[in-house]
Nanobody, 121 residues
Framework: QVHLVESGGGLGQTGGSLRLSCAAS????????MGWFRQAPGKEREFVAF?????????YYADSVKGRFTISRDNAKNTVYLEMNILKPEDTAVYYC?????????????WGKGTLVTVSS
């Protein structure tokens, strides 16, 4: 069982930056693939970024955030981050952290409760 708690959400400005953190419980954090997802008002949840739990981390991103967002992890701190730069109003959403072991962002087993990001124009 993995318990995930997101933090760092809040109000950002267009063109600005925010960094989200996700703290995970458990002693096997390094083995988990981690992902960030988001759900905008009135829309379905969508994938944002993924980082693998392998010894050499593999990352990939949604096209909408590629080049602006960076996912990283600190296994010593059981934490995964999402650095968000060049924010746009369409980045406004509740951001969720997720963990899994399938090697795919499409099969995540554990989810946090989310943190709200609002980007003002």
């Amino acid at each position: 069982q993995v318990h995930l708690v997101e933090s760092g959400g809040g109000l950002g400005q267009t063109g600005g930056s925010l960094r989200l953190s996700c703290a995970a419980s458990g002693r096997t954090f390094r083995r988990y693939d981690m992902g960030w997802f988001r759900q905008a008002p009135g829309k379905e949840r969508e994938f944002v970024a993924f980082i693998s739990g392998t010894s050499v981390s593999v990352t990939y991103y949604a096209d909408s955030v590629k080049g602006r967002f960076t996912i990283s992890r600190d296994n010593a701190k059981n934490t995964v981050y999402l650095e968000m730069n060049i924010l746009k109003p369409e980045d406004t959403a509740v951001y969720y952290c997720a963990a899994g072991t399938s090697g795919s962002s499409q099969n995540m087993d554990y989810w946090g409760k989310g943190t709200l990001v609002t980007v003002s124009s």
